[in-house]
């Protein structure tokens, strides 16, 4: 988009003025970048207690009928059709050739799955989820709906003395119900590498219910920089950064998300390349990257192998606040993925060295 | 005290005889956010007005310090290395740079307080 396009806002854009956050253009959008206490204290207060984060930039959408599970397995090697009621998955969305279109959550909810995609991809996700549904399935777009994420440690327990059902799920466990008069999506579930929870609720009563929220013992607003230091350390892929068209599911070492039984069938998008690198492997691989001392290495910095050569590239990259160091993750040639292998990256001209290293770089904390 | 001089670089500088004391103004403090890493010039380093000769990394992005007058490093504040968030508790005191030995005349497009003010207004 143009810089003469208008940004779009959230129904939290007057809150986030409020709150002082700064604004920044993201995916099309006016989102907070950070509020005034910054991105360090934003993103090492969620470890401690909880920050809540607007996130209705990203597409809400339903997928209603009989076979809409069925239908949505032919854009994806998630197992949609074993996803039991009251539960959500992680999937991506694949090209004819493997490589991805998307990640997503999915859930099977009140008889129907609810789908969350990313914002600066929902314009290609949901005419390609459409274009796929044979008669009888319905992909219904809901724009008319806020997503907030509440995460951190003292996240459901404060939710839960207003919403009680929630104390009870598990990760990835989702409640749909009505709360004073508003039907809200509740998923345990969230990017940040902590317990918390993701809350769908009505446009209108978003700014609302955020204030309940922000309300809550030890809740603190938190922006869009938090939210991508907190992803990072807990390992997790951005879109458009770590993952892409060109990137395949096993590449990208998300061969988890990929369905047994869709592993046995081979019945999805680019099948005959996923299960050739499963075979034989690919030429490279995503991995966890901690550059030495203190210096960050961010996306496009070249990875150089011991030898030299180059080897690969920083897909994302930053100052991880409670790691207390650099972080990043990027794609290097298969023979150096190996967790300890050393690399060499070219920051700003200047060679810095770094090793291969396990994610997640900080530890998940999820309510399993 | 000696008066402070700006840059549109977002620099500050204090010159007291013929040294000039560098750093990074609140405004540009305050754009950059939380910064967590410093890179400092060599001591005795000569530099022309306008070049890159330090860096400095928030949690969000890496920028260039650039060398508002020219001379010669003559002194740099390692106690950046590891302390960078003092750059953002006290820009223009503890949060100096490096300090600069002025060879030739002050660069004539260096702003007063007033001036760098409306300048960053105008941002």
Known sequence: ?368 | MAEMKYSKDHEWLRLEGGVATVGITDHAQTALGDVVFVELPETGRVVEAGEAVAVVESVKAASDVYAPIAGKVVAVNEALVDNPGTINTEPTGEGWFFKIELAGDLPADLMDEAAYLAFVDTL
């Open chain 1, 1 to 368: 988009m143009t810089e003469t396009e208008a940004l779009l806002e959230t129904p939290l854009a007057s809150l986030h003025r409020e709150l002082g956050g700064r604004m920044v253009p993201f995916a099309g959008y006016s989102m907070p970048v950070q509020y005034p206490a910054g991105i360090l204290t934003e993103h090492l207060h969620t470890r401690a207690e909880a920050g809540l984060f607007d996130v209705s930039h990203m597409g809400q959408a339903e997928l209603v009928g009989e076979g809409a599970a069925a239908a949505l397995e032919a854009l994806t090697p998630a197992d949609v059709q074993g996803l039991k009621p009251g539960r959500q998955r992680y999937g991506l969305l694949l090209n004819a050739e493997g490589g991805i279109v998307d990640d997503f959550m999915v859930a099977n909810s009140a008889g129907r799955l609810f789908l969350v995609v990313n914002a600066s991809r929902k314009h290609v996700d949901l005419p390609l989820i459409a274009a796929a549904l044979p008669a009888g399935v319905s992909l219904r777009p809901l724009p008319d709906r806020a997503l907030l994420a509440l995460q951190g440690p003292a996240a459901v327990a404060g939710l839960a003395t207003l919403v009680p059902e929630v104390a009870a799920l598990s990760f990835m466990g989702v409640w749909e119900g009505v709360w004073q008069g508003l039907p809200l999506i509740i998923s345990r579930s969230g990017y940040t590498g902590e317990d918390g929870v993701e809350i769908s609720v009505p446009a209108e009563a978003a700014e609302g219910f955020a204030k309940r929220l922000l309300a809550l013992p030890g809740v603190q607003p938190a922006g869009l920089g938090a939210r991508d230091s907190l992803r990072l350390e807990a390992g997790l892929c951005l879109y458009g950064n770590d993952i892409d068209e060109t990137t395949s599911p096993v590449e990208a070492a998300l061969v988890w998300s990929m369905g047994k039984r869709r592993r046995m069938a081979w019945d999805f998008p680019g099948a005959e390349r996923i299960r050739g690198e499963l075979d034989n492997g690919t030429k490279r691989l995503r991995v966890g990257i901690r550059p030495e001392g203190r210096q960050p290495a961010r996306a496009h910095t070249p990875v150089h192998g011991p030898d030299g050569a180059l080897a690969g590239e920083i897909t994302s990259g930053g100052f991880g606040p409670s790691v207390n160091g650099p972080v990043a993750m990027g794609y290097v040639a298969r023979d150096l993925a190996a967790d300890g292998t050393a690399l060499t990256l070219m920051v700003r001209g200047k060679p810095l060295a770094a090793r291969v290293a396990p994610t997640p770089f900080h530890p998940h904390r999820y309510a399993r």
